[in-house]
């Protein structure tokens, strides 16, 4: 008899598990993350009705990879250039939410009697709202298209930084078991100045190789390099002391840049959807029921923080954020659960043992019954800002919406705002590449030259002379390039702010030459290194043409790959007018719809929904302010100006199905080349093809006339149909069987 290992026992043991619960719940239509826990809770060694795993330590070790194929797929959906986009109602409702969450897990747990880490670790587990359920109830609910559905989807993009941030200085507090003021900021400054070095890169590297080799790359090879990709970030992110998931997380955002994002989310699929029920199954197998049921208080009270303490943070950000009552309400009611972050989290807490284990447990039971509410909390949350605004005093009102109208107004940017801010943004950006391509000569090129090429004095000559050479663009960059060039150019028309801009000028040049001394320093004496970084200061003014060429087309280079992608996500970025809740988004007609082939007019659009149909996307080909004569085709995507009522009564209509109407038949109908013989009792009888009514009562259509032994293929509409004319028609057999019993009914 063949041994199996206990490994691929206990794999199939989970999968199998797996297997039926997603069936049982698919049933239900429920999550499928709590039907994986439950999975993991049967077949765990609590439970033991059903077979049980022999060994967890392998089983973590997949929950890891699980883990991250999670934070790479999240990373694809995440983008910078979202984040930097999301606005700041988002972010402010963002920072509230977690702010207020962190606070009122941190008193929740004092107020339990639990240690200081754990409750510090509970503030950290519900400031994180679930992206997979928000997404999944939005879908079943149809709310995607609504106004407050954009600002929560925004809000979940801050959330995903926010919890790598959380992830990083809780395994920080953790290490140092106190609030080292010190250690914690040296952990965000070293996080921030990794993340940009890994950002810049990989947007500057990543897209062109992927362009460059695009014609050797069919999916398997898509696939395979872009796991390749997201597990060397995964080691390189272990190398400097981060945890493996957010070197998949990095990654994922990296690609999601790139023009492939989308192949590669498609691809991915599959293995994140398999790692990441065996992570989730193994979440049930650490839970222990007795603890479940002896922290049934505990549960109860942290659900009852989750919900309220998550909507009226969100509700309160939004407010403040300038978003109308109605607004604000919606998106506090839909974020109020907690979900895989969460998980991870608590992991992070088990893995370093910091916490408790009653810890993971609860969590995860919070988890699940706030994922349980959160269909019933999004529903709810209409009829509850109704309660509210019946209840609101009318001055209260009034001040709410004219905040709303004037946090709206559009600002003007002054020349030194621009100045200041490019001058900051550079010199954030610049710096941090100078410090990483120091730090990786010191570390590498110096002594690969040193000791293995070139000994002695000239050795670090040419170790740093290639440093240099690489840091020369930014140096230029920093010290020279002006990019707001005509608003410094106004600045500087008024002779009362000359002074200032020196200044400026002076210390960006400043600032350049520490970059060159701090080089220097590292191999030279003090006295050296001054007098050669003015020499070299004095090249760069020398070349300085040269080296601008040469930034420049790094810079182009740059912006290429960071624009190569078109973000259409219309549904987190609508356009708002306030306080009248009208928005724009944007619809795809899917090619069962019933408005598939009618044009406007027909439709009614405007005149039975009071809506406008602002633009229609298809293909490459993007219609701006169509008529009323243009028709609708099969994945075309219509944009819709209107309220959330207006826009709802149009989504119905555009995600309503075509039904055949005759036979009571529904679906695809079948169509073939039929063949009919045109008797002496023919109703088609010396009529010709256009008044034969062949296309209006078969909905097919003639494309071909046997006539006296001659072959007429699509025949001319003004033909005569005489007796023994043999008709080919394309269309439904059933359909022209009718024709058939008309013309014998006739006879």
Known sequence: MTHLPNLVMDLGLILGAAGIMTLVFKKLKQPLVLGYII??????????????????????????????????????????KKLVKVGGSSSIMALVEVVVMLLLGYLTGKLLGWSTMDSIFLGGILSISSTTIIIRAFDELGVKSQRFAG????????????????????????????????????????LAFFLVVWFLAGIFLIPTFLRKASKLMNDETLLIVSIALC??????????????ALGAFIMGSILAETTKAEKIEHLVASVKDLFG?????????LINPETILSYAGPIALITVVTIVGKMVSITGGGLMAGQGLKTSIQSGMSVSQIGEFSFIIATLGLTLNVTSDFLYPVAVAVSAITTFTTPYMIKLSEPFHKSIERVLPAKWKRSLNEYSSGAQTISTTSDWKLVLRSYTINLVVYSVIMIAIVLLSIRYLYPLVTEHLISGIWGDITAVAIT?????PFLWALAVHHPQKEAQGRIWANKNYRSLIIVLEFIRIGIAILFIGFLLNQVFSVLVAIVVGLFIVCLLVVFSKRIQNFYIRIENRFMSNLNAREISAASKMTHTLVPWEAHLTSFDVSPESAVV??????????????????VIERGDRTIMAPTRYERIFPDDKIYIFGTDEQIETVRQLIESKVVPELNGEAGKEEIRLQKLVVSAGSMLLNKTVRASGVREKTKGLIVGIEKKGERILNPDSELVIEEGDILWIVGSPWRIRQLEAAKELVV
């Open 39 to 80: 999975a993991g809770l049967l077949v765990g060694p609590h439970f033991n009705l059903f077979p049980t795993i022999v060994e967890i330590e392998n089983i973590n070790v997949w929950a890891e990879i699980g883990v991250i194929f999670l934070l790479f797929t999240l990373g694809l959906e995440f983008s910078f």
């Open 151 to 190: 600002l929560v989807f925004g809000v979940l993009i801050v959330e995903d930084l926010v919890a790598i941030l959380l992830m990083v200085l809780l395994s920080t507090l953790a290490v140092s078991q106190q609030f080292a003021g010190t250690e914690m900021l040296a952990a965000v400054l070293k």
């Open 231 to 244: 597990f060397l970030m995964v080691i390189l992110a272990a190398q400097v002391g981060f945890s493996p």
């Open 277 to 285: 029920a065996i992570f989730f199954v193994s979440v049930g197998i």
């Open 468 to 472: 240099l050479s690489f840091m020369a």
């Open 597 to 614: 082939g009618k044009s406007l007019v027909e439709l009614q659009i405007r005149e039975t929904y009071g809506v406008n149909v602002a």
